[in-house]
């Protein structure tokens, strides 16, 4: 029932752009704060940005700070990541995922994820 499917991903070349969408269904998109999260091969999953659930703030890992933007559309249950000035360190499988604001217990949810890669 709960879907978060991820979409826009593929291979671009160093200092390219890509623009990644995850849309929402089965749930209260509005009530929930929205995060893209990211794997690389051999390492951990780490969030790279998050918003709340209003869009009121947003946050960013350091390493992707001022070159990513996360962004949302609650009329659209979508969640965007507008990724500038890629690099190869970058490449990895991307994921959406969705946490009711009041916490995890009233919602937890992962999408499938989409693979980036950066290369020339």
Same mark, same amino acid.
């Given at each position: 029932? @709960?879907? $978060? #499917? %991820?979409? *826009?991903?593929?291979? #671009?070349?160093? !200092?390219?752009?890509?623009? $990644? ?6 749930? &209260?998109?509005?009530s929930?704060?929205? +995060?893209?999260y ?5 390492? %951990? ?5 998050? /918003? &709340?659930s209003? *869009?009121?703030?947003? =946050?960013?890992?350091?390493? @992707?700070?001022?070159?990513f &933007? /996360?962004?949302?559309? =609650?009329?659209? =249950?979508? #969640? ?8 190869? %360190?970058?490449t990895? @499988?991307?994921?959406? =995922?969705? @946490?009711?604001?009041? *916490? ?6 992962? *999408?499938? !994820?989409?693979? #980036?890669?950066? +290369?020339?």
């Amino acid at each position: 029932q @709960v879907q $978060l #499917v %991820e979409s *826009g991903g593929g291979l #671009v070349q160093p !200092g390219g752009s890509l623009r $990644l969408s995850c849309a929402a269904s089965g749930f &209260t998109f509005r009530s929930y704060r929205m +995060s893209w999260y990211r794997q690389a091969p051999g390492k %951990e999953r780490d969030m790279v940005a998050r /918003i &709340t659930s209003n *869009g009121g703030s947003t =946050n960013y890992a350091d390493s @992707v700070k001022g070159r990513f &933007t /996360i962004s949302r559309d =609650n009329a659209k =249950n979508t #969640v965007y990541l507008q990724m500038n000035s890629l690099k190869p %360190e970058d490449t990895a @499988v991307y994921y959406c =995922n969705a @946490v009711h604001y009041r *916490g995890s217990a009233l919602g937890d949810y992962w *999408g499938q !994820g989409t693979q #980036v890669t950066v +290369s020339s």
